[in-house]
């Protein structure tokens, strides 16, 4: 019986030790955009929550580099070694979309942001970077 029993407190701690490691918790950096004029860096924190099977969500807070800030939801995909998530900020002049993608490392996620501009105005792209 105690074999038995070892074998399978082994085998649970295997199973629960398997697959994705968590992104939840806070997650804090910058998005580094620029257009063939002028670049912008903005401020951006996640409080990333993981979901079921692969999905993943987070509350996200940007900071603009005009002063605004943009608080909203972004939600997607997660690998375990790539994340993807998008969200939308409603605000005064219409609706602005999020982007987030890139690669999970142990304490550092690095990819590309986009930002899209409500009115055909046009979109922002460029560097990710969040750290925990």
Known sequence: MRARSTVFVGTTLA???????TLSGKWVGSCEYGDARYGYTSAITVQMEDGTGSDVAGDVNLDMFDGRTFKGRVSGLRSDTWLEMDGTFQQEDGEWKLTLNGDIGEDVIEGDCGLIVPLGAGSLSGDLTLER
């Open 15 to 21: 199973v629960l030790g398997s697959g994705c490691s």
